[in-house]
């Protein structure tokens, strides 16, 4: 019997050994972005793969969104596996043409003949004291482009699981990195990484019985936190890590709802628009006839995004989330 | 170290020592567009080369209004004219080796076609059947792109990867005047020329964009002056002298396969036709303008060459209308059968596998589908 090494990771770090182990299995795999190949990144997380791989294969691009996202499709066309990253969030929205009108529909437009295995990995959300730029939750105009894969992980083990995945995948990924979980540790074997369902596949972290907190990215640790405070309430809350937006897993939604009869949605991102309105939809159409109380959204307020002095009033805590739970019409049913 | 690794190393430089980066005279384009046509260089020019351009232009001009009578007709449902720029269109074309990759905008489906695109393949997007008609990757021609310029980076990655990959592979991206103000054009310039990708960028200048005139669309000497901005050579060309527009990209091609990385070719021609059919283009220019163009109009300069070398005899002219008639009537036959459409077709590549939420809408439609043969079933 082997010993496993198992030491504590960094977000970051596991999503540096998912790029650095898809391009050493894959020749095809390119990695391409502003400052990913010296620097190995401002979030360093292509760090060394320049080093490992050269330039042509961890490239320093010119400083300009479109034409990053718009090369990688050139690339894709030709047969490459591009992964490219965009800087920050908000510096994304130049390549928004590009996503929209290219990588998006690609595929369809051309009956299948031009597929794009292509990545797009995208630090998003709050919580790091970024200026004004640095800290947007974007998840919503993607969800809101069919063609696109969109992804984001909560954990260091989902973190390099879905990243393979999101690489392997023959259609476009959007990959939402929470800039906030990029130090998040845990232990984690690089060596023997997690195997990991397909993209498209929600997972319980927590199991309760009194209500279900669906959630993504970097409020999957917010939820966790309020389940634990939740428990002194006599609240035994279920946690949902949909991971992935789109495909979105309806089946394990629909499961947990229908087993605990109440749900709140949590997110960063504005609940105007948001994806927490497309969520509790969803549930309400399909588990109607379980709910006891009308599904409820703790969101980001309908605003700008703040300046990193006043953020932490934006974002959504522990607090506001037991304030939600203890809106749910527990009177009324029991 | 590969060349793009050598060019992207990083170079100390202390300030007193600056100089420009690369000599700018070289990459200047000539004062005045290039022309081979009308001038003593013609007499030189391969006469196989003259009667094959002269056919396919002939055969594009009649392209180009059989698919104009197509809107009319209600079989198209819009057609951007190239008549004028024939001789850009198809020297394109000429240009590109079977491996080499086009990537055309909207108004370029001659070009496609002179490249042995099926003409009823090249216009499935405009009779709005479905978006691409053909298969990109079997004829190495993009998709015909509608967002302005938005193909141009697209040309690069393609032309980039190729060179990885160490495949012989030239992109050739056409854009309008228009397009040169796009944000696309700027960046698809720059990536081509720090990665020195084997690329080619063709701006056919037809004078308008839609209805503004270059005066609106740039401030530049020339357009081909752009590249200059990008380290890379500017050529400036007649565009209706099919001779010289081929004889330049030739030349880029061959500078492009031979490492020496990309160019910009300005072609000066005239779209003598409206945006669209759904234009009006009186409103904003005048017809003395429209019929001084006329006079160097793309097969008028050709057929003065041939006539002075005694090529255009009664027998050419012949072979070339009978042609660019069965073409014509070929196209006309098959665009006036209705195409088949299944509208199960929406679900069926939007991702490699349907997502549980389309196979659930598709079902949703399957069923309308039924119901509606059920109700036409009964009215019987």
């Known amino acids: 019997m082997t010993t496993v090494a198992v030491k504590p990771a960094t977000m970051g770090q596991a999503l540096g050994r998912a790029l650095r182990d898809a391009m050493a299995d894959d020749p095809t795999v390119h990695v391409l972005g502003e400052d990913v190949g010296t620097l190995g990144g401002v979030f360093r997380v292509t760090d060394g793969l320049a080093a490992e791989f050269g330039e042509t294969r961890c490239t320093d691009t010119p400083l300009a969104e479109a034409g990053i996202l718009g090369t990688a499709v050139g690339m894709a066309m030709y047969g490459l596996r591009p992964v490219v990253e965009m800087q920050f969030d908000a510096f994304a929205y130049p390549a928004f043409e590009q996503l929209i009108s290219h990588v998006a529909r690609m595929r369809n437009r051309t009956r299948g003949g031009l597929a794009l295995p292509l990545t797009i990995r995208v630090p998003y959300g709050g919580g790091i004291g970024g200026v004004e730029h640095h800290s947007d939750s974007s998840e919503a105009y993607y969800m809101a482009t069919p063609g696109l894969y969109v992804v984001t992980p909560a954990t260091v083990a989902d973190a390099y699981g879905l990243l393979r995945a999101a690489i392997a995948s023959d259609d476009p990924v959007v990959f939402l990195e929470p800039k906030r979980l990029y130090w998040s540790k845990a232990d984690w074997n690089p060596d023997a990484p997690t195997a990991v369902d397909p993209i498209g596949r929600a997972v319980v972290r927590r199991a309760g019985r009194s209500a279900t907190l669906l959630t993504y990215g970097p409020s999957v640790p917010v939820c966790l936190e309020a389940a634990e405070a939740a428990r002194a309430e006599g609240w035994d809350l279920e946690v949902v890590d949909l991971r992935s937006l789109v495909p979105f897993d309806d089946e394990t939604v629909d499961a947990s709802v229908r087993r605990t009869g109440r749900a709140v949605v949590v997110h960063e991102s504005g609940g105007f628009g948001g994806p927490g309105g497309e969520i509790a939809a969803r549930v309400t159409e399909r588990c109607f006839h379980h709910l006891e109380a009308p599904v409820l959204r703790v969101a980001g307020f309908d605003i700008p995004y703040p300046p990193p002095m006043l953020e932490r009033h934006h974002l959504p805590g522990v607090d506001r989330i037991l304030d939600a739970v203890a809106r749910l019409q527990w009177e009324a049913g029991s | ?380």
Request: with cysteine; net charge negative; charged share 25%.
């Open chain 2, 1 to 380: 170290m590969t060349v793009m690794e050598q060019r992207g190393a990083y170079q100390p430089a202390p300030p007193p020592a600056w100089q420009p980066r690369t000599d700018p005279a070289p990459l200047l384009p000539d004062a005045e567009p290039y022309r081979v046509l009308g001038t003593r260089a013609a007499r030189a020019v391969d006469q196989d080369l003259l009667l094959r351009l002269h056919g396919e232009l002939v055969r594009g001009r009649r392209y180009n209004t059989q698919a104009t009578a197509l809107t009319k007709q209600g079989r198209l449902a819009v057609y951007p004219s190239s008549t004028g720029q024939e001789a850009s269109q198809i020297a394109a074309a000429f240009a590109l080796r079977e491996q080499d990759w086009l990537f055309p905008s909207y108004r370029d489906t001659l070009a496609a076609v002179a490249r042995g695109l099926d003409p009823v393949a090249a216009l499935t997007l405009l009779r709005g059947d479905w978006h691409t008609g053909y298969d990109p990757r079997e004829h190495r021609i993009a998709p015909l792109c509608t967002p302005l310029a938005t193909q141009l980076p697209h040309a690069v990655g393609l032309a980039h990867a190729a060179r990885l990959k160490g495949d012989d592979v030239v992109a050739l991206a056409l854009v309008g005047d228009g397009g040169t103000s796009e944000g696309d054009f700027h960046e698809a310039l720059n990536f081509a020329a720090v990665w020195q990708a084997p690329v080619v960028f063709l701006v056919q200048n037809n004078g308008f964009a839609i209805s503004v005139p270059l005066a609106k669309q740039t401030a530049a000497p020339s357009l081909a002056h752009k590249a200059v901005g990008y380290g890379m050579p500017g050529r400036l060309v007649d565009g209706n002298d099919a001779v010289a527009v081929h004889e330049v990209l030739a030349d880029a091609v061959r500078r492009a396969r031979a490492g020496g990385g990309p160019t910009l070719v300005e072609a000066v021609t005239y779209r003598m036709e409206a945006h669209t059919n759904a234009d009006d283009a009186t409103r904003y220019r005048q017809d003395a303008e429209v019929d001084a163009w006329r006079d160097h109009d793309p097969i008028v300069l050709l057929e003065r060459e041939l006539t002075e070398r005694g090529l255009l005899d009664e027998e050419h002219r012949s072979a070339v209308r009978a042609s660019a008639e069965a073409m014509a009537a070929d196209l006309r036959e098959r665009m006036n059968g209705e195409p088949a459409l299944d509208p199960m077709d929406l679900f069926t590549h939007v991702y490699a596998e349907q997502t549980t939420q389309l196979r659930e809408q598709a079902a949703r439609l399957r069923a309308e589908l039924e119901a509606e043969d059920e109700a036409h079933g009964a009215g019987r």
